[in-house]
T-cell receptor, first 113, second 113 residues
């Protein structure tokens, strides 16, 4: 059974601070990792993808991957109230996963002005 | 830009009705998916398809069926709608390439009365 675990939160962070979101996964052969942002009542939108160990930066967002520890994280620098949303971690199994991504249940992030 | 279009944003149906949810993607993706999302339960996979006329059950297929007669279109069918099928329904598509990014439609909020 493939599992992706996230702390459901809510995680409350002051505006301008760094928000740190974490995710662990059970399938050691997983090959691709994604972070989606979902505003209330809307569909998930992709904000970051990462495929190899280390850090990947895109603007205020940094994704970190450690395959040995089966751990993925997302850092949001200079957090803004518009970053308040639920963040979904998603993992693609080895072999391409015809059944799609395995999603965590999401972490609810609140940025306090 | 990849576009996944769901035919309705909101639907209200009566118990026992047959309900069709339509999804169209414009990026020639091989893989298409139907999820439902409920508070506290996360995204749950109902059915997926990796080719025309091919369909596979996901985690919660009971009470649903699907149709994929053309590559770009994937339909979800509720044969006899019940109140416990009130939910947000999300369609997604993904190519089989190494990039493997999964794109979502805007979602259909279905209420069964």
């Amino acid at each position: 059974q493939k599992e992706v675990e996230q702390n459901s939160g809510p995680l409350s962070v002051p505006e301008g601070a760094i928000a740190s979101l974490n995710c662990t996964y059970s399938d050691r052969g997983s090959q691709s990792f994604f972070w989606y942002r979902q505003y209330s009542g809307k569909s998930p939108e992709l904000i970051m993808s990462i495929y190899s160990n280390g850090d990947k930066e895109d603007g205020r967002f940094t994704a970190q991957l450690n395959k040995a520890s089966q751990y993925v994280s997302l850092l949001i620098r200079d957090s803004q109230p518009s970053d308040s949303a639920t963040y979904l971690c998603a993992v693609l199994a080895a072999g391409g996963g015809a059944d799609g991504l395995t999603f965590g249940k999401g972490t609810h992030l609140i940025i306090q002005p | 830009d990849v576009k996944v279009t769901q035919s309705s944003r909101y639907l209200v149906k009566r118990t026992g009705e047959k309900v069709f949810l339509e999804c169209v993607q414009d990026m020639d993706h091989e893989n298409m998916f139907w999820y439902r999302q409920d508070p506290g339960l996360g995204l749950r996979l109902i059915y997926f398809s990796y080719d025309v006329k091919m369909k596979e059950k996901g985690d919660i297929p009971e009470g649903y069926s699907v149709s994929r007669e053309k590559k770009e279109r994937f339909s979800l069918i509720l044969e006899s709608a019940s109140t416990n099928q009130t939910s947000m329904y999300l369609c997604a598509s993904r190519s089989s390439s190494a990039v493997n990014i999964q794109y979502f439609g805007a979602g259909t909020r279905l209420s069964v009365l």
